[in-house]
């Protein structure tokens, strides 16, 4: 891995970050592989995954009526490998979710990408993103992992 593809990498995720904050649907829609037929993603809060960048466009314009916004946001822990044409990425990170009618949510959010880089740059082509469920925050030591 280069520490150019890298950055490149991390430029989109930041736009990624950047669009979600500012509920700016046709830039997330931007992100995301022109040329693959399916993408994949999965916010926490549905029960299925988006399929579409059409799908994600609405999702992302919806967005503003489930939350306010993210604040306080600290990364925990990435990771990120570049393979060749494709690179995947995880980041663990803290913040609290405002939602328009509701107690802010506070805690720690999971988020894994996979990224396909085309000659005009790296895309999207899956996302995850989940919360720690209550009952499982003790971790496993780690000879158990």
């Given at each position: 891995?280069t ?20 509920f700016?649907?046709?830039?997330m ?79 720690q ?29 003790t ?7």
């Amino acid at each position: 891995m280069t520490g150019s593809e890298e950055e490149a990498v991390t430029a989109v995720m930041r736009s990624f970050s950047r669009a979600v904050g500012t509920f700016d649907a046709d830039l997330m829609v931007s992100l995301w592989d022109p040329e693959a037929e399916t993408i994949v993603y999965q916010p926490e809060e549905l029960h299925h995954a988006i399929y579409s960048r059409d799908a994600l466009h609405s999702y992302i314009r919806n967005l503003p009526h489930v939350i306010r916004g993210l604040y306080d946001t600290r990364v925990v822990d990435r990771k990120l490998e570049v393979c060749g044409e494709f690179a995947h990425a995880y980041v663990r990170f803290w913040c609290r979710i405002e939602r328009p009618d509701d107690e802010p949510v506070d805690g720690q959010v999971r988020q894994t990408y996979l990224l396909r880089k085309r000659p005009s740059g790296w895309f999207f082509v899956q996302y995850h993103e989940s919360r720690q469920v209550p009952g499982f925050a003790t971790p496993p030591s780690r000879t158990e992992m």
